[in-house]
């Protein structure tokens, strides 16, 4: 039997959304704050030739730094005060939360509710300026030893492009709480959908030309969009499937009426993490190829660097390893994060809610985590699968980035996320909208 939130969700119409103003404002809050994203990818940093710089680019875009334009939104191809994007945020973010679960003053901060996620948050920005800074400069000195990209190379021209992408990416911090925060859906992710959604028509045109030209066969450009649809499908059917969890409730006595005990459903996710495993594992893997790539191919550095950039090239067997490793990883991290079986299980008991044939308190909680770590693996399987297999793909047949796993994933799950909040907020307008005819009609029969 459907609840009423489920009720309600199945009569949300265009008069339901006509008539919710808050989020109608919010909604073009979050499309203003992402055209002005846009429009930062399109600056560029100063003192470089951009002809010299698009002939070194082409050369690079092969391996990750053409994932890495695709995470930017194309901003690393022109080489934009965004170039950085939010990866230097999310590595920084990614080290804090491992750090929290080992170093106890960092776990006590979790424990101390909004004030201790307020300073951690400081903790996690600090950190990215960092990351930033050191990216920056790695940049920096591969663009100056990249021929004729660089107008005047010099310290001037270092200092100036840590600068520029450091601002870059702290502006990107800001923007992405902003949406989050007026806005609708994840600022950082709807930042890093955007930037792979400006790539969809560019991405398109160079598989069709392809085709075209006789470098890839039609039979192959229809595979390879037929695969695009199938992993979509696959990535909606795991993002929405749950392993629910019988509760019931004892029965109570109110006065002398005897009610009989209710029966409820603790949804478990199968894939909790949803798509910050992918996001987490792809972050790591660009950190160290931001200059390697630029350096290597200008000969500006020994050979060892070449050999490393060579190594994490896409679809080398050691990226996709890493690339397996750390999504498995960040799966059950993650889950841990959002996820306490402890308190979940100290709730139910409080609420006087059991899972039939298992003792209330530790015995639920054990259980609790017994079901969610294995369902996790399934979680992490399904995206090895989803991220690695179309990698492997695009890679030996030299498409587009867009076409491959990561981007579809990172797409699908971010518009089911907004889609669902949006939905949110629109229950929330009917149930206002009820609330009012209720008290009206009270006030009608007075």
Partial sequence: MASAAEQLASNLSFSTFSKAKELQQRILFTLGALLVYRLGTYIPLPGIDPDAY??????????????FNLFSGGAVKRMAIFALNLIPYITASIIVQVLASAVPQLEQLKKEGEAGRRKMNQYTRYL????????????????????????????????????????????????????????????????????????????????????????????????????????????????????????????????????????????????????????????????????????????????????????????QPLYLALYAGLIVFFSFFYTSIVFNPTDTADNLKRSGGFIPGIRPGERTAAHIDFVLSRITVLGALYLMFVALIPEFLVSQLNVSAFLGGTSLLIMVSVTLDTISQIQSHLIAQQYDGLIKRSRLGGRRRR
């Fill in 54 to 67: 698009a002939q070194t680019f082409e050369n690079a875009s092969q391996g990750l730094a053409g994932m």
């Fill in 128 to 315: 990215a300026v960092v990351f930033c800074a050191i990216q920056g400069y790695g940049i920096a000195m591969g663009l100056e030893g990249s021929q004729g990209v660089v107008l005047e190379p010099g310290w001037m021209f270092r200092i100036s492009t840590v600068i520029s992408l450091v601002g870059g990416t702290m502006f990107l911090m800001w923007l992405g709480e902003q949406i989050t925060s007026r806005g609708v859906g994840n600022g950082i992710s709807l930042i890093i959908f955007s930037g792979i959604v400006a790539s969809l028509p560019a991405s398109l045109a160079q598989t069709l030309e392809l085709s075209r030209t006789g470098a890839l066969p039609t039979l192959g450009v229809v595979a390879i969009f037929v695969l695009g649809i199938a992993v979509i499908g696959v990535i909606v059917f795991f993002e929405r499937a749950q392993r629910r969890l019988l509760i019931q409730y004892p029965k109570r006595q109110v006065g002398n009426k005897m009610f009989q005990g209710d029966t409820s459903h603790l949804p478990l996710k199968l894939n909790t993490s949803g798509v910050i495993p992918v996001i987490f594992a792809s972050s790591l893997l660009l950190l160290p190829a931001t200059f390697t790539s630029f350096a290597a191919n200008s000969g500006a550095t020994g050979g060892w660097l070449g050999v490393i950039s060579a190594l994490l090239g896409r679809g």
